[in-house]
């Protein structure tokens, strides 16, 4: 893509990231003036944000199921950092990250406006998550989850991790299961994948090169935890997701050990 019309197609993506900062602003005033986390004002902000963004970044989605209404714990395949833009867009959510996207430049300090969760290692901060999650669920707000830990390519469905359901369960908050794909001209867009050695920049300029990407959101039925345990529980969405997407889940062990017989070492 000539570097004019590069130019171009990301002025709306800056004027949206303008917009964000506006609302991080916002939250933050409106947090120091009454004490309070405005969690309800995150989420409806967030959400606006991300239809904007969405529309900047020419996603186009495509939904299929019945949206859950009501409070749920979504547990969706992890694909792209486009993920959050197009599941952010439906319902006012909050999200859960890993620790070190807090630090970003910029990014960091939007997510934190958010209201996002972030995953840090250790049983003491596992124990204060789980709490944070508790409090959410109980508080009516519902909450994003990708169980794999990491961004595949979406041909293929790592091991869903069942240590951050016990809040579901606890609160009796029905996990909703959801297939993400990305599509473009009818075949699967292999190009909207976040992974390995990819970074943000290089991403959004194959992105908009190739003028964006379809995101099929598929909500699969929700499932109701009773008494079972959070590793069942999670193995059933996992079942679920592989299933409608047509593709077979992975262990984490035979995941590195592909990246291992792949890998060229010298």
């Given amino acids: 893509m000539r570097p004019a019309r590069l130019a171009l197609r990301l002025l709306p993506v800056l004027a949206t990231l303008l917009l964000g900062a506006s609302f991080a602003l916002a939250v933050a005033l409106a947090t120091a003036l009454t004490r309070r986390p405005c969690l309800v004002l995150r989420q409806q902000l967030t959400r606006r944000f991300f239809q904007v963004l969405a529309r900047a970044l020419h996603l186009r989605l495509e939904v299929h199921g019945q949206l859950p209404q009501g409070t749920h714990l979504w547990l969706a395949n ?81 091991t869903f991790h069942g240590r951050l359901l016990s809040p579901a369960i606890a609160t009796g908050t029905p996990l909703q299961p959801i297939a993400l794909s990305y599509w473009r001209d009818g075949v699967r867009d292999q190009a909207a994948a976040f992974i390995g050695d990819d970074d943000l920049v290089s991403h959004l300029r194959r992105l908009l090169d190739n003028g964006g990407t379809i995101l099929r959101i598929e909500f699969l039925p929700p499932l109701h935890c009773g008494d079972q345990p959070r590793q069942v529980l999670a193995g059933q969405c996992q079942a679920a997701i592989a299933e409608r997407l047509g593709i077979q889940s992975v262990s984490r062990a035979a995941a590195r050990s592909a990246a291992a017989k792949t890998c060229n070492c010298g």
Avoid: C, M, N, Y
Avoid at 92 to 104: G, I, R, T
Avoid at 110 to 136: C, H, K, M, P, V
């Fill in 78 to 158: 992890h694909v792209s950092w486009l993920d959050i833009v197009g599941l952010g867009s439906l319902r006012p959510l909050s999200f859960l990250s890993k620790a070190e996207v807090a630090d970003w430049p910029f990014a960091g300090w939007l997510t934190r406006q958010a209201g996002t969760l972030f995953i840090q290692r250790g049983a003491e901060r596992g124990d204060a998550l789980s709490e944070a999650l508790t409090t959410r669920l109980t508080q009516g707000l519902s909450l994003v989850l990708f169980p794999e830990g990491t961004t595949t390519d979406g041909s293929q469905l790592r």
